[in-house]
């Protein structure tokens, strides 16, 4: 928490250098990844059978316990466990949506780094679970947020409905800049967002048929009400869909019309001229 103003520092120098720098944020103070990333890179090397034959000598399993919980108390964790919450557990899927914290007072153990330290190792020995990492700052999302060299991207998935408990970004993060961020907090102003969300990731990636309403160009295009659009997901009720988005057209075709989903599916993935497979799309 509280780095950003030394992060963008570093952009803004580099930049000065005429580095060609730029990044992408979604609008979340919590992050999503797996229970390894709990873990030191090099304890994973080699796979779980190394990991596994690590974890059994004493030593280096005393080393590793020790780096997860400078993790939970100086990084994901941000000082305790309760910080860090199951999303998708392939395992167990009971585990969704219940800390680290609840974890190891369910083993019978109390809540301390040290003891959620071993609960981690026990959740990766079982095969991990993707968890939800509630350690960044609000404060730092809209320094981010506003930085003129910044993106705005979700860093989600296609989900659908189901048991799990996954990051809400894959189902609000751009309505969230538009409800939250625009309207509520007046943090950047509703053009600035839309250029953050479609011309500037477009050019930046080399999609240079997109972004922009021109003629020519792919259209693309999301109606909305400023007014009210915004996201429904939470944390804890992540499978929601945003609200305040009448029309969407996607390659042209109508895939929301009048608020409702239509049966055209004309969506492609999209690659930028860096792709090994060449420039098409």
Same mark, same amino acid.
């Given at each position: ?7 963008? /520092? &570093?952009?803004?120098?580099?930049? =000065? ?19 390894? #990333? ?12 190394? !990991? ?11 080393? *590793? ?30 585990? #969704?949506?219940?800390? &680290? #914290?609840?974890?190891?007072?369910? %083993? ?23 968890? *939800?990492?509630? /350690?960044?700052?609000?404060?730092? $999302?809209?320094?981010? &947020? =506003?930085?003129?060299?910044?993106? *705005? ?6 989900? #659908? ?15 969230? $800049? ?7 907090? =007046? ?14 990731? /477009?050019?930046? +990636? ?5 972004? !922009? ?8 295009? /999301?109606? +909305? ?9 939470? +944390?804890?009720?992540?499978? %929601?869909?945003?609200?305040? +988005? ?6 042209? @075709?109508?895939? *929301?019309?009048?608020? @409702? ?21």
């Amino acid at each position: 928490m509280g780095g950003s103003e030394k992060v963008l /520092a &570093l952009f803004d120098e580099a930049r =000065r250098r005429g580095v060609d720098a730029t990044l992408d944020q979604y609008p979340y103070t919590a992050s999503s990844t797996g229970t390894a #990333a709990m873990f030191p890179q090099w304890s994973m090397a080699g796979g779980a059978k190394a !990991l596994r034959e690590r974890l059994a000598a004493p030593e280096t399993r005393a080393k *590793i316990k020790a780096q997860i919980v400078d993790v939970l108390r100086d990084g994901r964790g941000a000082g305790d466990a309760k910080n860090v919450v199951m999303a998708v557990c392939g395992f167990d899927p009971k585990l #969704a949506g219940k800390s &680290l #914290a609840e974890l190891t007072q369910a %083993a019978g153990r109390q809540p301390t780094l040290e003891n959620a330290a071993e609960t981690a190792i026990e959740i990766q020995l079982k095969g991990g679970c993707s968890a *939800i990492y509630h /350690a960044m700052d609000e404060a730092d $999302v809209e320094r981010f &947020l =506003r930085a003129p060299y910044t993106m *705005i991207a979700s860093d989600g998935e296609v989900m #659908a409905p189901g048991p799990s408990v996954p990051h809400p970004r894959s189902y609000g993060a751009f309505a969230r $800049v538009l409800g939250r961020y625009v309207r509520e907090r =007046r943090a950047i102003t509703l053009e600035e967002a839309v250029r953050k969300m479609s011309s500037f990731p /477009a050019s930046r +990636f080399g999609l240079h048929d997109r972004g !922009l309403l021109r003629p020519g160009m792919k259209a693309d295009i /999301a109606v +909305f009400d400023p007014a009210t659009a915004g996201d429904t997901a939470t +944390f804890t009720k992540p499978h %929601a869909y945003a609200v305040g +988005f009448r029309h969407v057209v996607v390659n042209g @075709k109508a895939v *929301i019309l009048d608020g @409702k989903v239509t049966q055209a599916r004309p969506g492609k993935v999209l690659y930028g001229p860096g792709w090994a497979g060449g420039a098409q799309r």
